[in-house]
């Protein structure tokens, strides 16, 4: 199993990135997807889950309105659009693979990758 994320890197305030992950080893169109991240000495962070159906994306409130999750079945990838980003934004971001949503957003996943470095400068 293979949960490979790209798109990271270094962006100013303000700006805009595009996250990728794409999964190999299992069967990504029967899990539910999600991201979180962590920053260096804090807790892990959940941002996003979407459903296996790609119809009902749930966000953290602070991801509302500026990060946008969405996935390509056919592609075995989901993605996180994420616009308008600040300095609190930085951080190690992964995606994640569930069998059941609503507790996916609490980190109970199957399946993790390595994640991407985000930092945003001021």
């Known amino acids: 199993v293979q949960l490979q994320a790209s798109g990271g890197g270094l962006v100013q305030a303000g700006g805009s990135l595009r996250l990728s992950c794409v999964t190999s080893?299992?069967?990504?169109?029967?899990?539910?997807m999600g991201w979180f991240r962590q920053a260096p000495g804090k807790e892990r962070e959940y941002v996003a889950t979407?459903?296996?159906?790609?119809?009902?994306?749930v966000y953290a409130d602070f991801a509302k309105g500026r990060f946008t999750i969405s996935r390509d079945n056919a592609k075995n990838t989901v993605y996180l659009q994420m616009n308008s980003l600040s300095p609190e934004d930085t951080a190690n971001y992964f995606c994640?693979?569930?069998?059941?949503?609503?507790?996916?957003?609490?980190?109970?996943?199957?399946?993790r990758g390595q994640g991407t470095q985000v930092t945003v400068s001021s």
């Open positions: 979407i459903t296996w159906s790609g119809i009902t994306p």
């Open positions: 994640a693979a569930g069998g059941r949503a609503e507790s996916l957003r609490y980190g109970n996943y199957n399946y």
């Open positions: 080893g299992f069967t990504f169109s029967n899990y539910h």
